[in-house]
Nanobody, 122 residues
């Protein structure tokens, strides 16, 4: 079994920054892609960003481009999401996930973290 544990959420003012981390552990993971998703109250879970195993390719939802940066450290089995210029509409529970390949579709990811709350005040 694979476990994903997230950290780094919290309350921040608009324009501020947060860095989310996600630690993967458990059975041998092999190569995998990281994905980040978020879900605001009353809304569907939405794609945020994804990164390939090598880290050379990254993909973002349009509204996150230029503000969010996804990265990874394979030696530590860690995934990261740096969020800058945060807006109140970024308020949501953020989830990390791992899957066999990069995708914006949540169903392509087999393992998920428990979620971490990010709240951006205006």
């Amino acid at each position: 079994q694979v476990q994903l544990v997230e950290s780094g959420g919290g309350l921040v003012q608009a324009g501020g920054s947060l860095r989310l981390s996600c630690a993967a552990s458990g059975r041998t993971l092999g190569t995998y892609a990281w994905g980040w998703f978020r879900q605001a109250p009353g809304k569907e879970r939405e794609f945020v960003a994804t990164i390939t195993w090598s880290g050379t390719s990254t993909y973002y939802a349009e509204s996150m481009k230029g503000r969010f940066t996804i990265s990874r450290d394979n030696a530590k089995n860690m995934g990261y999401l740096q969020m800058n210029s945060l807006k109140p509409e970024d308020t949501a529970v953020y989830y990390c996930a791992i899957g066999a390949f990069t995708s914006s579709r949540s169903r392509e990811y087999g393992y998920w973290g428990q979620g971490t709350q990010v709240t951006v005040s205006s």
